[in-house]
């Protein structure tokens, strides 16, 4: 068994820690127009996770300096130096526990496995602060969680995007959050995601094996890259066609994950030109006419990708566990509603 989550939970390595001094050198060519958006477009690619209005913000507080001079005026003309940004470090979150539902497929002493709807986030973060599965777990649980892996997330060892459905496993003791880090750490995780895509990647069966980094144009997005990134390696099959046999309108999609990187399995199906439908980051285009009647008849508001198989051996038990999830409601009768399209 050898597959990662399509959006791991631990930053990326690209990512710079925070809670420390970033020391930015703008060149003359890059000293053009604003000091903000000259520091933004240096920081591009070592600082992704401090966004321009961050910097800004940050600025505007007296984080920045040059030569030992704080500068303070983000709209001032860039000039060429050395600046020193000192980022603070962030406010320790400790989620409260919330008497949200669960689905639970498997829980014993060491660790939980829920089938997670979409719409729920794996753990807080801006904009999702409540409501997520961490704050669900916080309450199933009881006290015995807290602290397991970290104050912010704890129990959390992957991650699966908020709109995307499906199966996750949780740690319950620190034993079991290193062993399961460990398995996803050597890859030795089974985990299966069902997609429904505009139109159908072809050749039907094959892997995709790309570099994937953050996008130079939109820095919320993810992008193929040609150099720089991470190695990203996506195995699929398509599973049924719907549509016109010569141009499938959509596509029923099975993909295994031999790696791991943010949004890998949205990000791989869009370079094929069978984006997942309904994902609003890397739908590139409405879909024909047929499939976006059929999205507003099955109600879904989400991108269709849903984690349908996760296999592991118990990181203290030994025993080997697979669990699978049906489709959810939104994505089987938008399933149904494509098939109506082959009749």
């Known amino acids: 068994m050898r597959s990662l989550s399509d959006a791991p939970d631990l930053p990326d390595e690209d990512e710079a820690p925070l809670g420390e001094d970033r020391r930015i050198v703008l060149s003359a060519d890059e000293a053009v127009g604003r000091l903000d958006k000259a520091l933004a477009g240096a920081l591009a690619g070592a600082l992704a996770n401090v966004s321009r209005a961050r910097l800004q913000a940050l600025i505007a507080e007296g984080a920045l300096s040059r030569d030992g001079a704080v500068v303070a005026d983000g709209s ?12 603070p470090p962030p406010a320790p979150a400790e989620p409260l526990p919330e008497a949200i539902p669960l689905t639970v497929l498997f829980e014993d002493a060491h660790l939980i496995v829920v089938d997670k709807p979409a719409g729920m986030a794996a753990h807080p973060a801006p904009g999702s602060e409540t409501g997520t599965l961490v704050n669900a ?42 062993g399961l880090s460990a398995l996803f750490a050597a890859h030795d995780i089974e985990r299966v995601y069902v997609a429904l895509t505009r139109g159908a990647p072809e050749p039907g069966r094959g892997t995709i094996a790309t570099r994937i980094g953050r996008s130079q144009h939109d820095r919320k997005k993810m992008a193929v890259l040609r150099s720089g990134g991470r190695e990203a390696v996506t195995h699929y099959a398509v599973e049924a066609r719907f549509g016109p046999a010569e141009k499938p309108l959509a596509a029923r999609v099975a993909c295994t994950l031999e790696t791991g990187r943010t949004h890998q399995i949205r990000v791989h199906l869009a370079s094929k030109g069978a984006p997942v439908l309904g994902d609003p980051l890397y739908g590139s285009g409405p879909p024909a006419a047929p499939v976006r009647a059929a999205i507003a008849e099955a109600g879904l508001a989400r991108q269709a990708l849903h ?37």
Do not use: W
């Open 76 to 87: 001032s003309r860039a000039i060429a130096g050395e600046y020193v940004l000192r980022i």
């Open 137 to 178: 777990l916080l309450a199933h649980c009881g006290s015995s969680l807290a602290g397991v892996g970290g104050v912010a997330r704890p129990g959390i060892v992957h991650r699966l995007d908020k709109d995307t459905s499906g199966v996750m496993v949780a740690a319950k003791t620190d034993a079991a959050h290193a």
């Open 307 to 343: 984690a349908a198989v996760l296999g592991f051996r118990h990181p203290v038990t030994g025993a080997m566990l697979r669990f699978e999830s049906p489709l959810p409601a939104d994505m089987q009768a938008l399933a149904d509603q494509l098939k109506q399209m082959n009749t």
